[in-house]
């Protein structure tokens, strides 16, 4: 599973990088973000993979998230194959696109279906744990949406 911890060089950011590393989580599955550049290559340098996240640029969020939301979010819609969900998720590589799919399978929220075909056919599609994250995450991108102009101007 993979923890975006969003705020690394605030007040809690820290705290909940270091409570997860206690907890035993691998350091690999942590993505920080801040806006204090030193601190990313501290926590770099501790393994832990580090992205630009700065909500008054929006360029900076979708490599963050690095397909997550754009997967689930064309998955919500029904069953896709590789290349249909290859086509559907725009901005993400081909080797990115394999890992958050392993990702989300390992956390049981997409499943995959191979068929034994000629040629292979292989089909994703989400669990009911994420078809019900889902219900849970469309109003709030909505909101976001909605909100967008609001939230950057204030930043």
Known sequence: MTILVTAASGHFGPLVIESLLARGADPADIVASARDTSKLEELAARGIRTVELDYARPETIAPALEGIDTVLLALTDGT????????????????????????????????????????????????????????????????????????????
């Open 80 to 155: 896709l194959r590789w290349g249909e969900l290859r086509r559907e998720v725009e901005g993400i590589s081909e080797k990115m696109l394999a890992s958050t799919l392993r990702t989300l399978e390992a956390d049981g929220l997409v499943e995959r279906t191979s068929y034994p075909e000629v040629p292979p056919r292989v089909e994703y599609s989400l669990t009911e744990l994420g078809h019900e994250l889902m219900e849970r995450m469309l109003p709030l991108v909505e909101w976001v949406a909605a909100n967008a102009g609001e939230i950057v101007s204030d930043a």
